[in-house]
């Protein structure tokens, strides 16, 4: 069987202000059509469909039409829900989906047996996916309550519930005629972040080691880390990445989606396919006089300023660069913590002088700063 494995869309997307959508318009065409010229037997989406829990109408046309499309490919089509997504409301669409013939998991469910997808490709092969959505270390515990697995101790770890309930989901990974695999949105320890992740759940207390997933699997789909990469472990692991790089932090990803080619009887060969859909993301350095110079890269850009703070750099900046997004005071510049001649000292001193003493710190010298905070500051105190 075919499989094309995808993840972390974040559709309604806006990048220090801009919106990426016309960008997301191009990067879920070209996944539809690398879908329609491959004719995977199944499409997995592994979580974050959405940038947040509460998307606009936009956003959610263009989800649904983006897996109405993918389906109409003649491809099973199951997406569950990341970090990002609103899991409840991904289950609210679920009447929809499978009129559809889609297969939507949102939230963990109170029966298992709900993440355990069975099919045939047209080609006779049979396959068992186990689809786990994001699960917060609350309701991680919650699913292993649920399954009625061993009594969930208050100090076992995330990781602990997260094998608990993936060991209970592959349960049925027995026979040796069939495609085994697993879907999830989650952090593996040892790989690699995008850049662009929602720090609160790639930190360690999140993260799982690769043996919590079942050695018999013959592909682990995964969503959640930006960047395209195999992980190490008991079966083929693989997170897809990003098919459009939603931050700076990741503006050196290869965008793509993964397909694997595997049977029952033969080990997954996987590849990856580019979107180059997106618009760069590109970071320049340089003095106002470099930046007046610089032929500027096509895409959004981050600058990095090698001047001395003040007020009305970010408009020249702005104006010699209108494509600029991000505009930052280089941080080589900044001087270190500490380094200043002397720590402002706040016992008996007026917000004026820790004002002055702050900007002393920065490299800061521009007196019209400091007369607008005075300005600002007598306004407070009238």
């Keep these: 069987m075919k499989i094309l494995h995808t993840s972390d869309w974040h559709v309604g997307k806006v990048l220090k202000g801009q919106s990426r959508a016309d960008e997301h318009k191009r990067v ?64 609210a669409l679920r009447p929809w989906a499978e009129a559809a013939g889609i ?148 503006q050196e990803n290869i965008c793509s989606v993964t397909l694997v080619e595997v049977t029952a009887t033969t080990a997954a060969r996987i590849r990856e396919v580019p979107v180059p859909g997106a618009t760069p993301l590109r970071t320049v350095r340089g003095t106002l006089a470099q930046l007046a110079e610089l032929d500027p890269p096509d895409g959004w850009l981050r600058v990095y300023v090698r001047e001395q703070p003040r007020a009305g750099l970010r408009e020249e900046v702005q104006e010699l660069l209108p494509r600029a997004l991000e505009i930052r005071i280089d941080p080589e510049l900044v001087p270190a913590p500490g380094s200043a001649t002397r720590t402002a000292q706040r016992a008996g001193r007026s917000p004026r002088e820790l004002f002055a003493d702050y900007l002393g710190s920065r490299g800061h010298t521009d007196e019209g700063v400091q007369e607008l905070f005075e300005e600002l500051l007598e306004e407070v105190d009238r």
């Design 28 to 91: 879920l065409a070209q996944v539809i059509e690398i879908a329609d010229a491959e004719r995977p037997d199944l499409v997995i989406v592994a979580g974050d469909l959405y940038d947040n829990a509460a998307p606009t109408p936009e956003a959610t046309r263009l989800v649904t039409r983006a897996l109405t499309a993918l389906r109409r490919t003649g491809a099973d089509v199951v997406a569950i829900g990341g970090n990002h997504d609103n899991g409840a409301a991904l289950d």
């Design 103 to 250: 297969t939507l998991r949102g939230s963990v469910r109170d029966s298992p047996a709900e993440h355990v997808i069975d099919g045939v490709t047209a080609g006779g092969e049979r396959w068992q996916l186990a689809a786990l959505p994001f699960l917060s270390q609350r309701y991680a515990v919650r699913a292993v309550e649920m399954y009625e697995l061993t009594a969930a101790e208050a100090n076992q770890t995330y990781a602990d519930h997260l094998g608990r309930v993936l060991a209970r989901l592959a349960e049925g990974f027995t026979e040796p005629d069939r495609v085994h695999l697993v879907t999830a949105h989650l952090t593996v320890v040892g790989a690699s972040t995008g850049g662009g992740e929602r720090d609160a759940h790639t930190v360690l207390g999140y993260a799982v080691p690769a043996t919590v997933f079942p050695g018999n699997a013959h592909y682990v789909a995964l969503g959640h880390l930006h960047r395209s990469q195999r992980v190490i472990g008991p079966c083929p692991i693989r997170y897809s990445g990003s098919p459009i790089a939603v931050d700076f932090g990741e």
